[in-house]
């Protein structure tokens, strides 16, 4: 079983700040890309951000300068620290390991919620 729990998501006024973890298990963590993603209310879910398993980013445009990915490979652990915070960052944000582009390894579980308002 591969398991991906999503924490450190809550309520916080534009230009706020929040870091979110994902904590991994089932997978050797270290080998794997991961990557963050987002499903706004009625939207499909996006890709948000990914970080290789040597500490490479990328980012969409809409969070570029915005978001930071990191990971503690020790911890089995990937970060997402979100600054500058707009009422369109407001989704269930998850996460998960990246087997190859388009494709994530594990199921889809629960998210951490954002709620971006004021």
């Known amino acids: 079983q591969v398991q991906l729990v999503e924490s450190g998501g809550g309520l916080v006024q534009p230009g706020g700040s929040l870091r979110l973890s994902c904590a991994a298990s089932?997978?050797?963590?270290?080998?794997?890309?991961m990557g963050w993603y987002r499903q706004p209310p009625g939207k499909q879910r996006e890709l948000v951000g990914t970080?290789?398993?040597?500490?490479?980013?990328n980012y969409a445009d809409s969070v570029k300068g915005r978001f930071a990915i990191s990971r503690d490979n020790g911890k089995n652990t990937v970060f997402l620290q979100m600054n500058s915070l707009k009422p369109e960052d407001t989704a269930v944000y998850y996460c998960?390991?990246?087997?190859?582009?388009?494709?994530?390894?594990?199921?889809w579980g629960q998210g951490t919620q954002v709620t971006v308002s004021s």
């Open positions: 970080i290789t398993s040597g500490g490479i980013t």
């Open positions: 998960n390991a990246v087997y190859s582009v388009g494709v994530v390894l594990a199921n």
């Open positions: 089932g997978i050797i963590f270290s080998r794997y890309t």
